[in-house]
């Protein structure tokens, strides 16, 4: 996608009389696969503010506004929460490699439950194939799910609620 040259005629009085490389909002959108609609929601939530406006009100964005989008949508692959990349956008060092050592952290306890869940639906999966019925948790099962789960659930509210109301959990011990 190449930039445009904005007539700086048309934009604000408060923006400086230069031709520079500039973007639209929908042209800035495309650039990083994002709709119209993200950038408006990073703009309203503090993200990124597009550098100018026209005298019609149309958002410009300069090269420096890309930049910072950039750092923002990598920031948003890590996962790091939108409060989470506003700090790190305001302030560097520390506070930035913290944040991005807890997110890390935090990723390798998703994996291990992630794993614990597939473990599981293999166990269920290999006793459906031995003998055909239904998949039923056990008490091994059910062992192997306190152990791995790392006290977060790995089934739904909904089944556990069920299970305590059959008396399914009696049953395990």
């Known amino acids: 996608m190449t930039p445009q040259n904005v007539n700086c005629e048309a934009m604000d009085r408060s923006m400086p009389k230069m031709n520079m490389k500039s973007y639209t909002i929908s042209k800035t959108a495309r650039l990083f696969g994002l709709s119209r609609s993200t950038l408006l929601y990073y703009d309203r939530v503090g993200l990124i503010s597009p550098s100018f406006r026209t005298s019609s009100g149309y958002r410009i964005y300069t090269e420096e506004d890309v930049k910072r989008l950039r750092r923002i949508c990598r920031l948003r692959q890590a996962s790091l929460s939108i409060e989470d990349i506003r700090s790190i956008l305001r302030s560097e060092g520390n506070s930035t490699a913290d944040l991005l050592q807890k997110r890390m952290e935090e990723i390798g306890e998703e994996i291990v439950v992630l794993k614990a869940k597939q473990r599981l639906i293999a166990a269920m999966l290999k006793g459906m194939a031995l ?14 799910y306190r152990t791995y789960s790392a006290g977060r659930s790995l089934f739904a509210v909904g089944d556990i609620l069920y299970w305590t109301s059959t008396g399914f959990y009696s049953t395990l011990f």
């Not at 003998?131 to 192997?144: A, G």
């Open 131 to 144: 003998d055909e019925s239904p998949p039923e948790v056990n008490k091994e099962m059910w062992t192997f």
